[in-house]
T-cell receptor
Framework: KNQVEQSPQSLIILEGKNCTLQ??????????LRWYKQDTGRGPVSLTI?????NTKSNGRYTATLDADTKQSSLHITASQLSDSASYIC???????????FGTGTRLTIIP | ETGVTQSPTHLIKTRGQQVTLRCSSQ?????VSWYQQALGQGPQFIFQ???????GRGNFPPRFSGLQFPNYSSELNVNALELDDSALYLC?????????FGQGTRLTVV
């Protein structure tokens, strides 16, 4: 069964600090891995998308890494801002069918 | 803005009723997927449509049905609503690898 697990479930950090969110997956055959940011009650917004051959991708203060051998990914947020408070969801796509498997997300809270 | 619009944004229905949720896809996107997201959970795949044909279905009962129209807009219909159907319903349109999500419809069944 395809699964995506994320850790931690929730995280609280001070504004300006860095943090790293983790994602482990068992999805086969692997096509790509995405990180989404989801504000409460809103649809997810794409941050990064990585295929098998990519091991790092950045989008501003967000940097995602992918280790396809160990089936792990991380999302690193640098110099956090209050607006970074949201759920961050790791999503893995099997083959090219666009049927996405979602993790349950990490709830990140940035405090001043 | 993702270019994907869902309506309505909020909806309250009573148990046993039927509901139709709508999604307007981003221009040129021929694939639309629907997801159910319970509070505090990740989205669960309901089904996907590609060029007006169902192209995969998750573990949802037949009372969840859908349509995709020639302009690639889409509907999600749910019959005989149950209390557990209360959730945020998301649609995502895609062309290739990138999926764009709408803002969701918050359905509350009472």
């Amino acid at each position: 069964k395809n699964q995506v697990e994320q850790s931690p479930q929730s995280l609280i950090i001070l504004e300006g600090k860095n943090c790293t969110l983790q994602c482990n997956y068992t999805v086969s055959p692997f096509s790509n891995l995405r990180w989404y940011k989801q504000d409460t009650g809103r649809g997810p917004v794409s941050l990064t998308i990585m295929t098998f051959s990519e091991n790092t991708k950045s989008n501003g203060r967000y940097t995602a890494t992918l280790d396809a051998d160990t089936k792990q990914s991380s999302l690193h947020i640098t110099a956090s801002q209050l607006s970074d408070s949201a759920s961050y969801i790791c999503v893995v796509s099997a083959s090219l069918e666009e049927k996405l498997t979602f993790g349950t997300g990490t709830r990140l809270t940035i405090i001043p | 803005e993702t270019g994907v619009t869902q309506s309505p944004t909020h909806l309250i229905k009573t148990r046993g009723q039927q509901v139709t949720l709508r999604c307007s896809s981003q221009s040129g996107h021929n694939t639309v997927s629907w997801y159910q997201q319970a509070l505090g959970q990740g989205p669960q795949f309901i089904f996907q449509y590609y060029r007006e044909e169902e192209n995969g279905r998750g573990n949802f009962p037949p009372r969840f049905s859908g349509l995709q129209f020639p302009n690639y807009s889409s509907e999600l219909n749910v019959n005989a609503l149950e209390l557990d159907d209360s959730a945020l319903y998301l649609c995502a349109s895609s062309f290739g690898m990138v999926a764009f999500f709408g803002q969701g419809t918050r359905l509350t069944v009472v």
